[in-house]
């Protein structure tokens, strides 16, 4: 297994240097790829991204990714594998696959059966080959799609432009250019891309924004690299250039040693709201492995404290630039390692704890308001709940002590389809009141009316043992739960297994709620239990917050695997940790 | 300018051929037609050779680079003009990029007006100006199909009536009629006079103009669009409603839009427009409001009861925005028996104001929800469910009874079936 690991390591570096690898004609089999070099697929994705991903090798990188979660699964205690944190990455994922209505979708049949071919062909073979084609798209169009899908070379596309050309009188469509120019990119022809864009140039009095992203990605490695500013400029005419071309340029200049441009470039993007690409990052870490700069080491930690501040992670190999980059600090001696965090927040690297996942005073307050005034009012107090039922809310929250536990009593109670409800929620509550804790349930009004699933005596015994508030019927009662969780201060723990997703969408600006799922994170008890007559047990609630931080003289960074997926809510649970040589 | 004299003389100069060669481009834009011809006058003279030479000499192989050469040089004097004059404003480079865009294939518009350009300047997101963009796309997509079939049935009729006149010369009869040809007149006075009898006797239903604020101007239009309809629907009933555009405030951009759509018909239509609020006008007890996220369900239409319509069509997520506004007012709400009548399948239950319209006249003058639920789009639902045939109460009673048998009994009943 050791071995296997230490292999994924090193076959992105690999690939990277060999960039020709990959090209695999399309009637290949990817069979001998698979087995050879499957870890090297994914990266090749992220680096080409203009190449879309053929069916086998999703695949094959499902398989992988499924056998590496086994695997996981098999080294950790039971416990933790088989219920993922709400939060950790890939979580969502697992659920996902543990749904047994999720199966793959079968893929669509191919319509056309022409071979793509692997040699540059001569006009009877193209007109030949044209004839052939039966579809409703204009068939120079299809083929050069299909090469860009499978990454023919650039020979056989120059066939087929010469056979248009000469076909047309000499002239080859923007289009066709366009896609042309894709091919050269991708397959690094400088000299083609300088050709085309002589073409283009000569052409056209003007570039759309495809293709001059094209000729920035081409130029940037060549001599003529400061063209690609000259084109960047042009797009800033008419719209933002994106964050790739931002990118694009960065890493132009930082290949021919220009860090000012660069740095501006960088600062231009953070202008224009974008959030640049890990990539970007990266290309500044490992261009800084060989200068000894100060200004331009303080910049790079600025850097850190960006991806800080907006809660963004690297990936894995990016985390491995920084760690380089550290290391490589002369006079600092500094020294890198990966490692993961224990439960009671200390980083199994140094030891250290990692920062607390408790918000300040201030943030705190501030989230209070904010979940009063944007989740529960929103402007129009009548569409979640009524004036008259927040005032009785307020008041009842005001006359209580603070509680320990607030209990999402619909969410809680049908927990289990098939158990009572009233039983489990009587359940749950029991459970807690046993602990000595001084509980809140939250609920609607028809939960107190006698049916078959809410019995009546069921429902007394739980308001006997905790405080209840029924909201109306129509009322929601999750922002409720929400402000008589903040109110009670900062030990208040609630209960539900919601995400609260679409109340933490009510909230304004992305840092207010980034401040909610720190929050959430902290403050969210999950019960994880399967069967109804168990004793209840809790998700257990992270002691620190997974994000980039710093003493000074250390630095820790969670980073994203590389072949884990994880969604937007969810949080890494791998780390880096570095600190000076004492 | 001393290019276009070279280019003019170079055209004169294979006018003759182009005419022969091109007969079909010559509609064509001009500069287009320019470059074609110039094109051609080029290749002619450059690789005109190579090309039949080379494929004599190896077949198997297309000379790879030689289209550069003619791409390169047949336009590096054709564009020199145009690089002259580069650096203008940006409404002209955005007026380029659209026509690279079009050029690439992507749903840009052909032609594109100042005051679009305009638009399209201020959209504030990349995603928003391809939006509009593609919108002005498929407008002019459809403009376009549109003027074709129109040219088409024009030349029809021509033929249709030379045919008849060659007809009429034949058989030249006189012929008895008991009317006029004057029916669409006479519908419409029709529709009048029960326009005006509902004016007087007929059952109110509001439409609920407060919305203005909740809309963008594109959903305001379709909501509009909506009313229309629905007035238009109502008209042609046989007991239409008498309508109530409520909280129609006299500035507002709903006014100013149904003015401008219905011309100076707005002044003569059989309908109540008024910026009192329907609390104002009715009692609150009879009034009922209709919105789909109401827990209530409506079981059957009463004709003593004012029923009101939002007239909001809502894009941006907004739920429970009419439910607020029945609250607010503390108003009985409901909502049309969609699940229990239909099996659902996409879409929201949120119907278009037209449809509501149509559902409760059919509900008003049949009572059957069969009936009037057929103008709920086939799209949303799989098809009509078997109910109201047994009642709640008897199909728990049955279930009680399953239960009570004995255990054995039951599996082999089962096992029988």
Not at chain 1, 115 to 142: I, V, Y
Not at chain 1, 193 to 204: M, P
Not at chain 2, 42 to 53: F, R, V
């Amino acid at each position: 297994m050791t071995f296997c690991f230490t292999g994924i390591r090193s076959f992105p570096k690999l690939w990277r240097n060999n960039p020709y690898l990959g090209v695999v004609g399309p009637g290949h089999s990817y069979n001998f790829f698979f087995l050879k070099d499957c870890y090297g697929i994914r990266n090749q994705q992220k680096l080409f991204s203009l190449k879309t991903v053929s069916p086998q090798n999703t695949k094959a990188i499902n398989l992988i990714a499924k056998a590496r979660y086994r695997r996981k699964d098999e080294g950790s205690n039971k416990d933790s594998s088989e219920f993922p944190h709400l939060f950790a990455a890939g979580a969502a994922k697992k659920r996902s696959q543990m749904n047994p209505q999720s199966h793959d979708h079968a893929l669509p049949p191919e319509r056309n059966s022409i071979q793509l071919p692997t040699q540059p062909l001569n006009s009877e073979q193209w007109d030949k080959l044209k004839e052939d084609f039966k579809g409703r798209a204009n068939f120079e169009d299809w083929i050069i799609a299909r090469m860009i899908t499978y990454n023919s070379s650039i020979d056989v596309a120059k066939s087929l432009l010469a056979w248009v050309a000469a076909k047309n009188n000499g002239i080859v469509s923007y289009n066709l250019l366009v896609k042309y120019l894709c091919l050269c990119v991708f397959h690094k022809q400088t000299s083609e891309v300088f050709d085309v864009y002589e073409i283009l140039k000569a052409r056209y009095k003007s570039l759309e924004s495809s293709a001059s992203t094209l000729l920035i990605r081409g130029l940037i490695h060549s001599d003529r690299w400061r063209e690609a500013l000259v084109l960047l400029e042009d797009i800033k005419k008419v719209i933002t250039p994106s964050k790739k071309n931002y990118g694009d340029c960065i890493q132009g200049a930082l290949l021919h040693q220009d860090v000012n441009t660069a740095w501006n470039l960088f600062q231009e993007l953070l202008d224009h709201d974008l959030i640049p690409m890990m990539e970007t990052l990266k290309a500044f870490f490992d261009f800084g492995k060989d200068i000894e700069d100060d200004q331009y080491s303080k910049k790079l930690l600025d850097i850190l404290l960006y991806l800080r501040n907006n809660q963004l992670y690297p990936g894995e190999s990016f985390a491995h630039s920084i760690k380089t980059w550290f290391e490589s600090v002369p006079g600092e001696q500094w020294k890198g390692q990966f490692t993961t965090i224990q439960k009671n927040g200390q980083c199994l690297g140094c030891g250290k704890t990692i920062e607390s996942i408790h918000l300040s005073p201030e943030e705190y307050e501030f989230l209070k308001r904010k979940i009063l005034s944007d989740v529960i009012d929103g402007g129009d107090q009548y569409k979640k709940t009524t004036p008259q039922e927040l005032k009785r809310f307020q008041n009842f929250v005001e006359r209580c002590p603070p509680f320990d536990v607030v209990i999402d009593g619909l969410n809680v109670a049908k927990m289990f389809p098939k158990a009572r409800e009233s039983q489990v929620l009587l359940n749950v509550v029991s459970q807690l009141a046993k602990q000595n804790l001084r509980v809140l349930v939250l609920g609607r009004k028809h939960m107190t009316v006698q049916r078959a699933r809410w019995r009546k005596d069921e429902m007394e015994k739980v308001q006997k043992q905790a405080s209840c508030f029924f909201a109306d019927n129509i009322s929601e009662d999750d922002p409720f739960l929400l402000y008589a969780t903040l109110h009670s201060g900062n030990h208040c723990k609630f209960i539900t297994k919601d995400l609260l997703r679409d109340h933490k969408a009510c909230l304004p600006d992305a840092k207010t709620q980034r401040l909610f799922f720190k929050w959430q994170q902290g403050h969210q008890l999950a019960i994880i239990n399967r069967f109804p007559g168990s004793k209840i047990t809790f998700q257990h609630i992270p002691s620190y917050d997974t994000v980039v931080q710093t003493t000074g003289d250390s630095w820790h960074i969670p980073y994203d695997e590389d072949l884990v997926e994880r969604y937007s809510y969810e949080v890494p649970t791998k780390w880096l940790c570095l600190h000076r040589k004492t | 300018m001393p290019v276009f004299l070279k280019m003019s003389i170079g055209i004169t100069f294979i006018r003759p051929f182009a005419r022969v060669l091109v007969p079909f481009t010559l509609n064509k834009k001009r500069r287009v037609l320019y470059s074609t011809i110039l094109n051609r006058y080029m290749s002619s003279k450059i690789p005109a050779e190579s090309y039949p030479k080379k494929e004599n000499t190896s077949p198997e192989q297309l000379e790879l680079d030689g289209w550069k050469i003619t791409m390169k040089s047949s336009v590096q004097q054709g564009v020199s003009t145009v690089s002259s004059a580069k650096d203008e404003d940006p409404v002209a480079a955005t007026r380029e990029l659209i026509e690279m865009w079009r050029l690439l294939g992507r749903e840009v518009p052909e032609h594109i007006s100042e005051e679009e350009l305009k638009t399209i300047m201020e959209c504030d997101s990349k995603s928003s100006k391809k939006k509009y963009l593609k919108y002005l796309y498929l407008r002019e997509k459809m403009k376009k199909a549109k003027q074709i079939k129109k040219e088409m049935k024009a030349a029809a009729r021509e033929k249709a009536i030379q045919d008849q006149l060659l007809e009429t010369t034949n058989q030249d009869k006189q012929q008895d009629f008991l009317f006029l040809r004057l029916w669409d007149r006479n519908m419409d006075i029709a529709m009048g006079w029960k326009g005006a009898q509902a004016m007087q006797f007929g059952q109110p239903l509001v439409f609920d103009m407060a919305y203005d604020d909740y809309m963008k101007p594109k959903e305001l239009q379709y909501t509009v669009s909506q009313l229309l309809e629905s007035e238009g629907w109502n008209r042609r009933d046989v007991d239409p409603f008498h309508i109530h555009f409520c909280n129609l405030k006299p500035d507002s951009p709903f006014r100013r839009e149904l003015i401008k759509r219905y011309g100076e018909k707005w002044n003569k239509l059989l309908l109540t427009a008024t910026e009192k609020s329907h609390v104002d006008l009715f009692p609150k007890d009879s009034i009922i409001y209709l919105t789909a996220d109401s827990p209530n369900v409506m079981s059957t239409f009463k004709h003593d009861k004012i029923y009101i319509v939002g007239s909001f069509v809502d894009k941006n997520m907004q739920p429970g925005a009419s439910l607020a506004k029945a609250k607010r007012l503390n108003l009985a709400t409901e909502c049309f028996p969609l699940d229990k009548y239909l099996q659902w399948d996409t879409g929201t239950k949120n119907l278009t104001i037209d449809q509501v319209t149509r559902i409760l006249l059919c509900l008003k003058n049949t009572g059957s929800w069969e009936e009037a639920l057929k103008f709920v789009p086939k799209r949303k639902h799989t098809g009509y469910l078997e109910v109201s045939q047994h009642p709640q109460e008897l199909v728990n009673r049955i279930k009680k009874t399953i239960n009570s048998f004995p255990k054995g009994s039951l599996n082999k009943y089962t096992r029988k079936k």
